[in-house]
């Protein structure tokens, strides 16, 4: 039993932080109110001052299992998760052997079941082996409870392939995740094209690479009457693309943003620092300040990580050479308080609502809410300490990310998951 | 505080590189001498580590370390570890345990030589990175100019080719504009990017370019080796839209303007073979100085100084980061 006392509960549906009393009896929220009186023998947390969300749900991250177990496996990266007040994630299929059977599938989940201590869904291929040709064992996966199909980092090239499985696995209810990008234009090296490249003197992806494929991907979808997804945005005409579709009202489009291209620009990457090496690359202040612009207004439905490991060696390379991506789970939450909550950019609300309820709407799984009769799994966060993050800190394997060793506003105190608190500071 | 790399040019403060030309104007002083060796860097070693091909910057390095007596290791890329998969960085932790003095590098990946130079206690001169920076090139040519234009302001270069995937064109151009000289770009569109410095006009239409009235010519090699697609139909097509045609390698003589170009060649592309004999081209004067700029870094970065003048090094705001 669990009495968590003046805590102030943020919602989706609301700016206002509510300040309540919340028992929480065997993992189900019994009370809220104002004084209540403590039961006996509840544990009583004074949660003055703190906020009380739903836990986060992240759609988009890399747990490097099997095949990278070096980098991540999925014991690390739920912890990671946990660590970040996220309660629920969906693997990308980009492993080896790649996700794109319900033998590889079913490894995966049943590991997952053994080795996370929170729910691990996992996307499927659209095609073989992510290679664009032959399609994957759509079907055999989605008995096992796959939904979102995505070929991950290589764009399904041929629009023939991806139309034919559109038609196919929309039979099945099943939607599809789009990393946006012509591998022709964006070249190997992710960084955005514009001054930054030049002075650096490396090839620089064009944000036209992203914005052609989010409109041909669209524009399948809706010829096969799909559900697409469009990922990681970084653009922003990326974002105006979406937004228009999305105005046209007659074909079902979702979207997501990452918090470092909300946070970032390629000015940071500097003296070729490969913490700020990813794919979609970093791009410029306008592009933020249109991303964000798009996070308010509800064209990205969706925040999700892209929570991408690799190790020190792999990353400690030159800029040309060092593989793309950065960690996001264990930094997520306070890093999106710090640079846009505290600053007063959005609210609680926008926070719960994009990166609580959203994603796991998209997937089709029950919405949590801090109410009577709900299961607890919710996030106690303090907006006054701090957090520091160490490489002790990080829960994930590997630490490729601009925050590390950086302080930040805002901490995690407390992670709740049904009868369990899987965190506690 | 003396560097201890030299990374780049646009780190460079203008009293660092007024110091190092001067200085190789002393150097090559050395050369009209019987003997042209000194003992500047007795004892000193440095390793060539060029994992890209090169004649003029590497000889010229191995060169200007032997004249400062320094001992010069050639590390065989292609006979070493590096064939067997070895990483740049497994071959840098290797290197930083033989504790060389001096560590020069070329490599096709931008950035790489910084890379070195934090991983290393060594002095890094980096020798041309990916299409980031190739500094010594960039001191050579303003040397080159400085001996026919002693006091450069206000001249004009127009830099021709390949702009895209040229660190010459990126550290020369930087160079030039510290020392007040104007910079302007001429090449096919694809090649020449829109996102290079607001301060450097650029130009796709020779004749424009030529109104614009340089002093100097600079032709770049075209690099069909970083290439990854077609950037211009055809050499032939090159050479008659961007290339010193004899028709206007008469109108450059007429205007009485010099020539230079980095080399190799690519004859009947970027030159006809008349340039050759132009009695204002520069292109061997550059190669010569070269050795000079060469020994004058070196020099420059060794602890603790050795060759005259090194106390006159100036001190004082630090250098422009970028």
């Known amino acids: 039993m669990l009495f968590l006392q003046n805590a102030r509960i943020a919602s989706e549906n609301s700016p206002v932080l509510l300040e309540s009393d919340v028992l929480i009896v065997e993992g189900i929220i019994q009370d809220i109110g104002s004084n209540l009186a403590i039961p006996k023998g509840a544990r009583v947390i004074d949660a003055r001052g703190r906020v009380l969300m739903p836990a986060m749900f992240d759609a988009h991250v890399h747990f ?3 095949g990278f177990e070096n980098k991540e496996t999925i014991t690390t990266g739920s912890e990671a998760a946990i660590n970040g007040g996220i309660t629920g994630v969906v693997m990308m299929p980009n492993t080896r052997p790649a996700l794109d059977s319900a033998t590889s599938v079913a490894t995966v989940l049943d ?15 659209v095609t073989k082996d992510r290679q664009g040709k032959e399609l994957a064992e759509i079907e055999g996966m989605r008995t096992l409870g796959v939904k979102m199909l995505t070929d991950d980092g290589d764009t399904t090239s041929d629009p023939a392939v991806l139309l034919r499985a559109m038609q196919y696995a929309t039979e099945f209810g099943m939607f599809f995740a789009s990393h946006c990008e012509v591998p022709e234009l964006a070249g190997p090296r992710a960084l955005n094209e514009g001054v930054m490249s030049y002075r650096l003197g490396i090839k620089g992806s064009p944000t036209c690479a992203e914005e052609i494929i989010i409109d041909r991907d669209i524009r399948l979808a809706r010829a096969a009457g799909a559900h697409v997804h469009i990922q990681h945005v970084s653009s922003k005409l990326g974002m105006e693309t979406i937004r228009w579709w999305k105005s046209r009202g007659d074909v079902k489009v979702t979207a997501e943003v990452a918090p470092h291209h909300l946070m970032f620009t390629d000015e940071h990457i500097g003296d070729y620092d490969t913490n700020y090496k990813m794919n979609p690359p970093l791009r410029t202040q306008a ?18 990580t892209d929570h991408a490991p690799h190790t020190p060696f792999e990353k400690a390379q030159d800029f040309v050479t060092a593989p793309n991506g950065i960690t996001g789970l264990d930094t997520a939450l306070v890093s999106l308080y710090h640079h846009f909550v505290e600053p007063g950019k959005f609210g609680w609300d926008l926070v719960v609502k994009r990166y609580s309820a959203e994603p796991r709407r998209l997937m089709g799984l029950p919405v949590p809410t801090i109410e009577v009769g709900q299961q607890a799994e919710c996030v106690l966060f303090d907006t006054e300490a701090e957090t520091t993050f160490t490489r002790e800190f990080m829960k994930s394997k590997s630490q490729n990310t601009p925050f590390i060793d950086q302080t930040l506003k805002g901490r995690v105190d407390l992670v709740i998951l049904g009868p369990e608190i899987l965190l506690e500071r | 505080m003396a560097r201890k ?11 660092e590189i007024e110091f190092l ?49 320094a001992e010069v290791t050639n590390f065989d890329v292609d006979h070493s570890s590096i064939t067997k998969g070895e990483s740049v960085r497994e071959t840098i932790e290797t290197l930083q345990a033989m504790r060389t003095d001096y560590i020069v590098v070329r490599h ?21 990175d990916g299409a980031h920076e190739h500094p010594t090139q960039a001191l050579l040519d303003a040397f080159t100019i400085k001996e026919k234009f002693p006091d450069p302001r206000g001249k004009k270069v127009l830099i021709i080719g390949d702009i895209l995937h040229s660190r010459v064109a990126r550290s020369t151009s930087t160079l030039l504009q510290k020392l007040g000289v104007e910079v302007a770009y001429l090449g096919p569109g694809s090649l020449v990017p829109k996102y290079g410095p607001a301060t450097i006009p650029r130009f796709t239409d020779y004749q424009a370019a030529m109104a614009w009235t340089p002093d ?16 211009f139909p055809n050499v032939r097509e090159y050479h008659r839209v961007y290339g010193i045609t004899n028709s206007r390698l008469a109108e450059i003589r007429d205007r009485g303007l010099y020539i230079m170009h ?23 004067n550059q190669v010569e100085n070269g050795i000079s700029i060469r020994m004058a870094v070196l020099d420059w970065l060794t602890p603790g100084g050795n060759f005259r003048g090194r106390n006159r090094m100036p001190r004082g705001s630090e250098p422009t980061q970028r």
């Open chain 1, 64 to 66: 490097r299992a099997p």
């Open chain 1, 111 to 125: 590991n997952a079941k053994r080795k996370a201590r929170i729910p691990v869904y996992t996307s499927g291929c």
């Open chain 1, 287 to 304: 592009d933020c300040d249109a991303l964000l612009e798009g996070l308010i207004e509800g064209v990205f439905d969706l925040i999700a």
């Open chain 2, 5 to 15: 790399d030299l990374l780049d040019i646009a780190s460079l403060h203008r009293e």
């Open chain 2, 21 to 69: 030309l001067d200085q190789s104007t002393s150097f090559k002083k050395l050369f009209t001498r019987s003997v042209k060796k000194i003992p500047a860097l007795e004892g000193k070693s440095v390793l060539m580590l060029f994992y890209e091909a090169s004649t003029r910057t590497h000889s010229s390095f191995e060169v200007a370390a032997k004249r400062l007596s």
């Open chain 2, 108 to 128: 096709g990946h931008s950035g790489l030589p910084g890379m070195i130079a934090r991983q290393t206690t060594a002095s890094v001169i980096n020798a041309g």
């Open chain 2, 216 to 231: 100097i010519v600079y032709l770049l090699r075209v690099q069909m080796e970083r290439q990854d697609v077609q950037f």
């Open chain 2, 262 to 284: 980095p080399g190799p060649v690519n004859r009947g592309v970027e030159l006809c073979d008349a340039v050759m004999d132009y009695e204002r081209s520069l292109i061997t």
